[in-house]
């Protein structure tokens, strides 16, 4: 099966500029991921959609970080305006359900943003 | 607030060494508990998972990890690495009730194994 494609690998912008990240699930998997990994850490969850609706977004900065999931299949991340401190890997990984046991989170290669 | 702790940041070896990669995480409750392995150019992927029942539970490439619920301790263990372990080695913990998705993971532990 195909896995979880997101795009661009690499992005450098300018501080207070805006990026946006996209993310294309495994095919048929309802509930999608974005992580972001700072450099030296482990992944940390920003948000959690189920189908189209949000599931779990209590650790999204959402004064500049926004995420939307419109027809419940593939997504974009988008930061406005970033800050030196948004530099890191954006993960996005999709699991078939939310329940763990018979259904593991599918990681894609990650966006490497740098901020100047 | 849940804490996962990875003791060791880089880890080097021979091949056909042993290896023990520690973890202890902080939550009283019931947890699940994830090793994660990211390959050099690829993407992070699940090595293996504890939910219930048996604490010693056997992943992919022959790693095992035992959960040690007294030590709140998830220690990932290979009898005898190879080169191609070579990776970065995650350690996750998601706190029961809580959001599917909201796993908590530690720093990593890099693994470098010498032919």
């Known amino acids: 099966e195909a896995g979880v494609a997101q795009s661009p690998r690499y992005k450098i912008i300018e501080k207070r500029q805006s990026v946006a990240f996209w993310c294309n699930p495994i095919?048929?998997?309802?509930?999608l991921y974005w992580y972001q990994q700072i450099l030296g850490q482990g992944p940390k969850l920003l948000i959690q959609f189920q189908n189209n609706g949000v599931v779990d977004d209590s650790q999204l900065p959402k004064d500049r970080f926004s995420a939307e999931r419109l027809k419940g299949v593939d997504s974009t991340l988008k930061i406005q305006p970033a800050k030196l401190e948004d530099s890191a890997v954006y993960l996005c990984?999709?699991?078939?359900?939310?329940?763990?046991?018979?259904?593991?989170?599918?990681f894609g290669n990650g966006t490497r943003l740098t901020v100047t | 607030a849940q804490s996962v702790s990875q003791h060791n940041h880089h880890v080097i070896l021979s091949e056909a060494a042993s290896l023990e990669l520690g973890c202890n995480y902080s939550y009283g409750g019931t947890v699940n508990l994830f090793w994660y392995v990211q390959y050099p150019g690829q993407h992070l992927q699940l090595l293996l998972k504890?939910?219930?029942?048996?604490?010693l539970v056997k992943g992919i490439k022959g790693f095992e990890a035992e959960f040690i619920k007294s030590k709140f301790s998830f220690n990932l263990r290979k009898p005898s690495v190879q080169w191609s372990d070579t990776a970065e080695y995650f350690c996750a913990v998601n706190a029961g009730g809580g959001s599917q998705g909201n796993l908590i993971f530690g720093k990593g532990t890099k693994l470098s194994v010498k032919p």
């Open positions: 504890y939910f219930s029942g048996d604490p």
């Open positions: 095919s048929g998997h309802a509930t």
């Open positions: 990984a999709s699991s078939l359900i939310t329940g763990f046991y018979n259904s593991p989170l599918h």
